[in-house]
C-alpha cells in the first residue's frame, strides 16, 4: 500500500480566501505530482517536481503554486480561492529513474468547494 | 504533443465476459504503459505495467502491447462486477512525464 497522504480531505471554504493543500509521502520519492480532475472527467496535470527545489507547471494553466522545500512533501497553495477551482485535487509520486520505475502511487485526494 | 487516447465508454459486458480495453498513443519513443483502475471518488491504482512487445498476464488481467501499432491493450477474463470502474491508461517516455488517457468507463452486469 502506497503511504502518501493528502490534507484535508474535504474542505469548504469563502471566495477569496487563501488555502494549502498539504501532501506527503514516506516512501523517499523524487517525483511528485498535482492532478486536477472533476467528477467524471479525466486528470490534468497542473504541477510537478523532479526534487527538491524543482518545480514545473504542468498541462492545465492553473492559479495554484507549489513548493518543494523537502523530499518528501509538495503542498499546493491558492492565494485566493474562487468556485472555478471548485474540484477534487490528487496529489502523486513516483520513484527518480528509467521510464519502467515512473509507477505512480496517489494519495486519497482533496475535495475542495468554493463558494 | 504526445496523447494517450482511449474511448470514453462505458462498455458494459456480463458478468463472466471477457472485457477488452483500448488504448493508442501518439509517440514512438514512448517506453512504459500502465494500466489503472479508478473506482468513483477514489484515486487511481496501478493494476498492471507492461514495457515490451507481448502480453503480460497477472490473475484475470492481460496488458498486450504492440509498439510497431503503438496500441495497447487489457483484457479482463471473467468480469466481475467489482471491475466496474474507470480504466486509465498511462504512458511514459524516457522516465520523463507519464501521460494519462482521458478513461474508458466499464460496467459489469450482474
Known amino acids: 500500500e502506497a503511504d502518501i497522504y493528502q490534507t484535508p480531505r474535504y474542505l469548504v471554504i469563502g471566495t477569496g480566501k487563501k488555502i494549502t493543500l498539504e501532501c506527503s509521502q514516506t516512501m523517499g520519492h523524487d517525483k511528485m505530482y498535482w492532478y486536477q480532475q472533476d467528477p467524471g472527467m479525466e486528470l490534468h496535470l497542473i504541477h510537478y517536481s523532479y526534487g527538491v527545489n524543482s518545480t514545473e507547471k504542468g498541462d492545465l494553466s492553473s492559479e495554484s503554486t507549489v513548493s518543494r522545500i523537502r523530499t518528501e512533501h509538495f503542498p499546493l497553495t491558492l492565494e485566493s480561492a474562487r468556485p472555478s477551482h471548485t474540484s477534487q485535487y490528487l496529489c502523486a509520486s513516483s520513484e527518480q529513474g528509467p521510464s519502467w520505475a515512473d509507477t505512480q502511487y496517489f494519495g486519497p485526494g482533496t475535495r475542495l468547494t468554493v463558494l | 504533443q504526445k496523447e494517450v487516447e482511449q474511448n470514453s465508454g462505458p462498455l458494459s459486458v456480463p458478468e463472466g465476459a471477457i472485457a477488452s480495453l483500448n488504448c493508442t498513443y501518439s509517440?514512438?519513443?514512448?517506453?512504459?504503459f500502465f494500466w489503472y483502475r479508478q473506482y468513483s471518488g477514489k484515486s487511481p491504482e496501478l493494476i498492471m505495467s507492461?514495457?515490451?512487445?507481448g502480453d503480460k498476464e497477472d490473475g484475470r488481467f492481460t496488458a498486450q502491447l504492440n509498439k510497431a501499432s503503438q496500441y495497447v491493450s487489457l483484457l479482463i477474463r471473467d468480469s466481475q462486477p467489482s471491475d466496474s470502474a474507470t480504466y486509465l491508461c498511462?504512458?511514459?517516455?524516457?522516465?520523463?512525464?507519464?501521460?494519462f488517457g482521458a478513461g474508458t468507463r466499464l460496467f459489469v452486469k450482474a
Open positions: 507492461i514495457y515490451s512487445n
Open positions: 498511462a504512458v511514459n517516455w524516457l522516465g520523463f512525464k507519464t501521460i
Open positions: 509517440d514512438r519513443g514512448s517506453q512504459s
